[in-house]
């Protein structure tokens, strides 16, 4: 099928996302409310810390108003969640629907296209809580935020495609997780999420321009935060990149699709 195989079955993607996001806040007093509160309570806690306690300033303008730095950071943070909610949770994907997995008919290649949407879904909640914030701060939502779509949906792919890789692999090695873990924190720590590329020393720096999740954060904070269109001749490549990494892991996993049943 055209479009991985997924486009007959977008109506079970629509239910599995809304059912994902139901099930995060299942139980909860404020149910579905934590979507924006979560977000909120996290930018009021780094306006406080950075900006107030240590006075932490963003090279640039806007990165040394009140608040700025906090600004910036948060929104390194919702594009690297994407990426991370998703990868965290493809090892044990498989194996935590394992029911579903166990009927010859369920597309299981829905599910991590599934993860990566319910994140999708909650970063655009977090976008809210970032334009809220511009506005109360007297800051102009520049034009170009209209443009995130575009960073978001690359990074998004990139996600999906390390996810059909992880999800497969999980069900054979089940220690993949643990590893996945330790990863994922480093890659954190070295996307340029809480201290400017610019600032990094040569040695590292040439890896960190390589690194795509943090290309992305980079032009995240360029179209939403400065009125900057993406620079694509530095960022260009990483789209492609995206791509051909979702289609291979999609083609790995429905490979590797036949033999989970006798694992499982």
Not at 208 to 222: F, G, H, K, Q, S
Request: charge should be positive.
């Amino acid at each position: 099928m055209n479009r991985f195989g997924l486009c007959a079955h977008r109506q079970l993607i629509g239910q599995l996302v809304r059912r994902e996001i139901s099930q995060r806040y299942r139980g909860s007093a404020l149910g579905m409310l934590w979507s924006l509160l979560q977000p909120i309570l996290l930018l009021v806690v780094y306006t406080l810390v950075f900006s107030l306690v240590f006075q932490a300033r963003w090279p640039g303008d806007f990165g040394e108003t009140t608040g700025g730095y906090a600004l910036v950071i948060f929104v390194g943070l919702i594009t690297f969640t994407i990426f991370s909610e998703t990868v965290l949770s493809a090892p044990t994907l498989i194996l935590a629907n394992r029911n579903l997995a166990k009927r010859s008919l369920f597309p299981l290649e829905v599910l991590p296209l599934v993860k990566v949407l319910s994140a999708l879904v909650q970063a655009t909640f977090s976008l809210g809580v970032l334009l809220l914030f511009l506005i109360l701060m007297g800051i102009a939502i520049p034009w170009t935020a209209f443009l995130i779509p575009l960073v978001w949906f690359a990074m998004g792919l990139l996600a999906l495609g390390v996810a059909y890789f992880l999800s497969a692999g999980g069900v054979y090695l089940r220690d993949l997780d643990q590893v996945v873990g330790v990863i994922v924190t480093a890659l954190f720590f070295g996307s340029a999420i809480f201290y400017p590329i610019a600032q990094v020393p040569n040695a590292g720096r040439d890896w960190i321009e390589r690194n795509p999740t943090a290309v992305l954060i980079e032009e995240a904070r360029r179209v939403l935060l400065y009125g900057e269109f993406p620079l694509w001749t530095e960022s260009g490549w990483v789209l492609p990149l995206a791509l051909l990494f979702s289609w291979t892991g999609y083609m790995w996993f429905m490979k590797r699709k036949r033999g989970f049943s006798d694992v499982l």
